[in-house]
């Protein structure tokens, strides 16, 4: 995160009083018309604490711990942040399949270890590709997977985008379909009702020992338990940056996981410098549209 004495200037110069309340809201004024939140859940009984409250602020662009409802009978409005890491979330799914496709952890202490001699790797040329859902992110992955000559990127979306076969995509009708033909599966979706547990055991079944499959999208769109239990096996190789719990069990199935069937990384998709300095941009602009009765980047 940016240092708070950074983020308080930067809202002072338009004279707004930050309080921070980064472990309970006891000190949150009561009289608050601004909340600004990251990850932390809003439910009904926060929000009726805060009686002055007319704006939540989501310094992120998933929403799925804001109770919506709840804001809406209270008539407080929510605004997000789109955009802000879609380079960010696509470069670290890049580099987990580069790192696993050349075993590049293994390799770096290989070589610390004192040897020499490795066995070789794989190459992403000429590898399909599916991505499970085609926003932003799924046409930035695309867009990249075609830079490095991929032979073939295969989409999943209830909700086609024009942008994704304009740029050389190719939507498949069935995710088993996806599953079947891509070497490389990467979830890009969000997490909504329809896209909790949408990457079943019975599909991730369909990977083999060489497949690759990367979550940095929503930990709960996969099931988390097969997962762990089929990359024990070797079933196939995953890379991680996203949990249904965070921060992740210490006792969880994940961590025995062998580094070479698995990569995990602690929810770090958007945390690069030049896109938190984006999503505190866009969260003021977002404050400052709505106080001036024009509010911007409302959620449905």
């Not at 695309?142 to 985008?161: M, Q, S, Y």
């Not at 599953?179 to 599909?203: I, N, Q, R, W």
Request: glycine share 6%; charged share 20%.
């Amino acid at each position: 995160a940016l240092p708070q004495s950074l983020v308080e200037q930067v809202f002072a110069a338009h004279d707004l009083r930050i309080v921070w309340a980064t472990g309970s809201l006891d000190s949150a004024p009561r009289d608050a018309s601004v909340l600004v939140t990251v990850k932390r859940k809003i439910d009904s009984a926060l929000l009726d604490r805060l009686p002055s409250l007319r704006l939540v602020a989501v310094a992120f662009t998933g929403y799925d711990h804001v109770d919506l409802e709840a804001c809406r009978k209270r008539g407080i409005v929510v605004a997000n942040v789109p955009d802000y890491s879609t380079d960010s979330t696509a470069e670290l799914c890049f580099g987990f399949i580069f790192s696993l496709m050349r075993h590049i952890p293994s390799a770096s202490q290989h070589l610390r270890s004192g040897s020499w001699k490795w066995p070789p790797g794989n190459e992403l040329a000429g590898k399909s590709m599916g991505i499970i859902g085609t926003g932003n992110i799924g046409i930035r992955l695309l867009t990249i997977a075609k830079a490095f000559r991929v032979r073939k990127v295969l989409g999943f979306d209830p909700e086609p985008n024009p942008k994704f076969e304009a740029c050389g995509g190719e939507y498949v009708r069935s995710l088993a379909t996806l599953f079947l033909h891509a070497d490389v599966v990467v979830v890009a979706c969000t997490l909504t009702p329809a896209t909790t547990g949408l990457v079943s055991e019975k599909l991730l079944r369909l990977l083999r020992p060489d497949s690759i499959i990367i979550n940095c999208a929503r930990g709960a769109i996969v099931d988390t338990k097969a997962m762990a239990s089929m990359l024990a096996q070797g079933r196939f190789r995953a890379g991680i940056d996203n949990y249904e719990e965070e921060p992740l069990p210490a006792d969880h199935p994940l961590r025995a996981v062998p580094e070479d069937r698995l990569l995990m990384t602690p929810h770090i998709a958007y945390r690069c410098v030049e896109g938190l300095r984006r999503r505190q941009d866009v969260t003021l602009a977002n404050i400052l549209a709505f106080l001036s009765d024009n509010p911007q980047n409302l959620v449905p």
